[in-house]
């Protein structure tokens, strides 16, 4: 078999695993959200929260209590960090410095994992299992959340009402995140992704003594896969033999990290009650995700790089039981969700190659997106698509029933300016410093590159690197920090705001001058909106970065 | 009702918050990574404690970890170039992060192709291109079927072995793709060059 033909069908299996749980799991989504009991165990935990769960909030509400229980969620996982000499399994290892507890504290919580350390020399096993895998859970369960009140504003009518973010948060994390975790923990388990307490030294064959880490990995390889967070355990992420063992566990790792942002528009299409609804929207979804795929893999596959024709491959940076075709498609899925996690270095990819998962994450990880942030970050385009063919043909823009007017269109463009907004401004910042090409691992265009691809990844909560740049400067560990809050909370805070605004309307009955949009017309449209906002954005970056190195 | 400022709302919901906290860190903190611990204690032991592997009385290595056998150990199959530490240092994975263009890598790769055309005595075009590249782990435990192939020849003059029973080695230690289709054939160097040591 051919390394083609293998690659195809590893996209097939994955498609195939994709298209047969999207619908039961979606809807079972659609079930937890929607259901009015509650289980013993949530009741319970309500109890100790003293909350009444059976009471719903406003938009200020529900935004408040998403940023209340962020702040302190940061807050805590700082202090884990900070004096993480105190907890057990220690490792022997000091306290983070301030500056990148604070980074690593704010990078777990915006489900950005975002990684100034690497694991497996700076922490200590109860910190990343006791701080970073709970947000790993939560910040994830946030995202749902979020998406989830979103479609209920579409979906509620003269109401001020989102739903209880507490209960969404403990429903997301125990009824989906916890159980589908827990069963691919044990399948990573045996496929060579450990789970044990202790660092063994052994003694080399060729003399000297090699530490083999150790770690309670696979627990937090699920979740962190899952919940499209992508911090890894350790330096190496997903291309470390003992968070991803094999090309199976690396099925199983896209799987995970696609299973949630895809099922998501099926419990969009259930909710809103119009299923076609969510096949638009995982269609432009698919779409924008297959062009990436292609590209990424063209480039990668074949000898678009100096470093490539010189070696007769693009093996730098990537493992060998992977190769190109497997690399290729966690980089373009690890950079379509927010997830972050890697399996090759992607500063090492050609330029053609990291130039698109670059643009992937520009798109605002909409292909499919994170969990939650992809759903309502689609759904927000969705609204500027109608709001473009409304003003072509003179209507009111409406959408699933809803007229979007003024007060809409405010968050909508808000929405679509904050995070470009701070990804530029953080590079301009950045390279106006002088100190700055010191940090940067490579010269030139690509150098530049590493700037632009360090702001776009925390910005969009994404958390991949160009990782050859130095980010443990003052200036960096904070500004990127920054980015990663304000990219993730302005966009969270303008997308409740919108739900609540929608959730007060009344319903507007179809009409023949309404544009569908559960249409292939649609999704195309939807596809080129965009594709044309971020081109707009982005574009003299792009020119200065990837595209002046792929063209030199 | 009264609408309460927000600065209060917001330290009633961060308390709400805190108690939340103190719930998950119990249930997914501590509860579910022990669980995880057993079951994978119980189901896959070697797997969960990271596959060692031992000769005679003495641990020698992880099956899924690489092992620095350098172009200066000739008696070995070589691993691929590492940019973990100093070579294959278990508690420093790491790629080169060196980009697709870079003067450094360029050289780096230029440099290691006339060492191995060198040592292993064939034309640079005929050395594969994981031989010259460092992964993004630096903890590569596999080389390609051609990388292995080609050290054939050195390793049997370096140990008096025939190529025949070199190469059969070679065979015993290679994997195809999972279930078929899924990765890239690879040889696992650590498991070869114990084979080797046995022989």
Redesign the interface.
């Known amino acids: 078999?051919s390394?083609t033909?293998?690659g195809l069908?590893?996209i097939a299996?994955l498609i195939i695993l994709l298209a047969a749980v999207h619908k039961p799991f979606g809807d079972y989504m659609a079930h937890v959200f929607t259901s009015a009991k509650h289980w013993r165990v949530e009741k319970r935990?309500y109890r100790?929260?003293?909350?009444n769960a059976d009471s719903e909030q406003s938009a200020r509400?529900y935004t408040?209590?998403v940023?209340?229980?962020?702040?302190?969620?940061i807050v805590?996982l700082f202090l884990i960090l900070v004096g993480q000499k105190a907890l057990p399994f220690d490792r022997g290892l000091p306290g983070m410095p301030w500056d990148m507890s604070l980074n690593t504290a704010v990078s777990f919580v915006t489900n950005t994992n975002w990684q100034s350390y690497?694991g497996?020399?700076t922490l200590g096993f109860a910190a990343q299992?006791?701080?970073l895998?709970?947000q790993n859970?939560?910040s994830a369960a946030v995202g749902i959340a979020v998406a989830i009140a979103l479609v209920r504003g579409f979906v509620r009518s003269r109401s001020g009402e989102l739903g209880n973010f507490?209960v969404d948060?403990?429903r997301g994390?125990i009824r989906i995140l916890?159980p589908l975790?827990?069963v691919a923990?044990?399948l990573l388990?045996?496929?060579?992704?450990?789970?044990?307490?202790g660092?063994?030294t052994?003694?080399?064959?060729?003399g000297g003594t090699?530490?083999?880490?150790?770690g309670?990995v696979?627990?937090?390889e699920s979740i962190k896969e899952l919940g499209t967070n992508g911090g890894g355990f350790?330096?190496?992420n997903s291309?470390?033999?003992?968070e991803n063992?094999?090309?199976?566990s690396?099925?199983i790792e896209l799987f995970l990290l696609l299973v949630i942002p895809v099922s998501l528009t099926r419990t969009l299409g259930t909710m809103v009650g119009s299923r076609k609804q969510g096949y638009a929207i995982l269609g432009a979804m698919t779409f924008m995700f297959g062009a990436a795929l292609a590209v990424v893999t063209w480039a990668e596959a074949g000898m678009h790089?100096?470093?490539?024709q010189?070696?007769?491959?693009?093996?730098?940076?990537?493992?060998?039981?992977?190769?190109s075709w497997?690399s290729s498609l966690f980089a373009t899925a690890t950079t379509g969700t927010s997830t972050g996690a890697?399996?090759?270095?992607h500063?090492?990819?050609?330029?053609t190659g990291?130039g698109t998962v670059l643009v992937n994450m520009m798109l605002g990880e909409v292909a499919p997106g994170g969990v939650g942030a992809g759903i309502y970050g689609i759904l927000v385009m969705a609204v500027v698509t109608v709001f473009i063919a409304g003003l072509m043909v003179g209507r009111t823009p409406e959408i699933l029933g809803k007229k979007i007017g003024t007060k809409e269109m405010t968050y909508v463009a808000l929405y679509t300016l904050s995070v470009p907004a701070i990804i530029l401004v953080g590079i301009g910042l950045a390279i106006a410093l002088h100190g700055t090409p010191g940090y940067m691992?490579?010269?030139?265009s690509?150098?530049f590159?590493e700037v632009v691809y360090a702001f776009t990844s925390a910005a969009n909560n994404n958390g991949s690197a160009?990782?050859?740049i130095t980010v443990t400067s003052h200036f960096f560990q904070i500004s990127l920090a920054a980015a990663m809050l304000l990219g993730r909370f302005i966009p969270i805070a303008l997308v409740l705001g919108l739900a609540g605004s929608l959730a007060k309307q009344g319903k507007v009955p179809v009409t023949a001058g309404t544009l569908p949009t559960h249409t292939p017309l649609f999704a195309s449209l939807l596809v080129g909106v965009i594709l044309l906002v971020t081109g707009l954005t982005f574009f003299p970056a792009l020119a200065l970065g990837p595209l002046a190195?792929a063209l030199? | 009702m009264p609408r309460n400022s927000?600065s209060s709302?917001?330290?009633?919901?961060?308390?709400?918050?805190?108690?939340?906290?103190v719930?998950?860190?119990v249930?997914?903190?501590?509860a579910?990574?022990a669980?995880?611990?057993g079951?994978?204690?119980v189901?896959?032991n070697g797997?969960?404690?990271?596959?060692?592997v031992s000769?005679g009385s003495?641990?020698?290595?992880?099956k899924?970890?690489?092992?620095?056998?350098t172009v200066k150990?000739n008696q070995?199959f070589h691993s691929?170039p590492s940019a973990?530490g100093d070579g294959?240092?278990?508690?420093?994975?790491?790629?080169?992060?060196?980009?697709?263009?870079?003067?450094v890598?360029?050289k780096l790769?230029?440099q290691r192709?006339k060492e191995i055309s060198t040592v292993e005595g064939v034309p640079v075009?005929a050395?594969?291109?994981?031989a010259?590249?460092?992964?993004?782990?630096?903890?590569?435990?596999?080389?390609?079927p051609d990388y292995a192939a080609l050290q054939v020849k050195r390793v049997a003059e370096k140990r008096g072995l025939s190529e025949s029973v070199v190469r059969k080695l070679v065979t015993d230690n290679t994997y195809g793709?999972?279930?078929?289709?899924?990765?890239?054939p690879?040889v696992n160097v650590?498991e070869l060059?114990?084979a080797l040591?046995r022989e």
């Open positions: 078999m390394d033909t293998g069908l590893t299996a935990i100790v929260l003293g909350v509400s408040v209590s940023l209340g229980f962020s702040l302190i969620s805590v690497s497996e020399s299992a006791g701080g895998v709970i859970f939560l507490w948060l403990v994390t916890l975790s827990f923990a044990i388990v045996s496929q060579g992704v450990i789970q044990n307490f660092d063994h052994v003694h080399a064959l060729t090699q530490v083999i880490p150790g309670p696979a627990s937090q350790f330096n190496g291309s470390h033999p003992f063992g094999t090309p199976f690396n099925l790089s100096q470093a490539a010189l070696a007769g491959g693009s093996m730098e940076g990537k493992e060998t039981q992977f190769g497997a890697i399996n090759s270095a500063d090492s990819l050609s330029p990291g691992n490579n010269p030139g690509h150098g590159s160009f990782a050859g190195e030199s | 927000f709302d917001f330290l009633r919901q961060s308390f709400v918050g805190l108690k939340l906290l719930v998950m860190t249930l997914l903190g501590v579910y990574p669980v995880v611990w079951v994978g204690q189901t896959w797997n969960a404690n990271g596959q060692i000769a003495k641990d020698v290595g992880s899924s970890i690489g092992q620095n056998f150990d070995w691929r973990a294959y240092d278990g508690l420093a994975s790491a790629a080169s992060n060196l980009g697709p263009s870079n003067p890598l360029l790769i230029t192709q075009s050395i594969p291109a994981d010259v590249t460092a992964s993004a782990s630096g903890l590569d435990p596999y080389i390609s793709r999972q279930l078929g289709f899924l990765g890239e690879k650590l060059n114990l040591a």
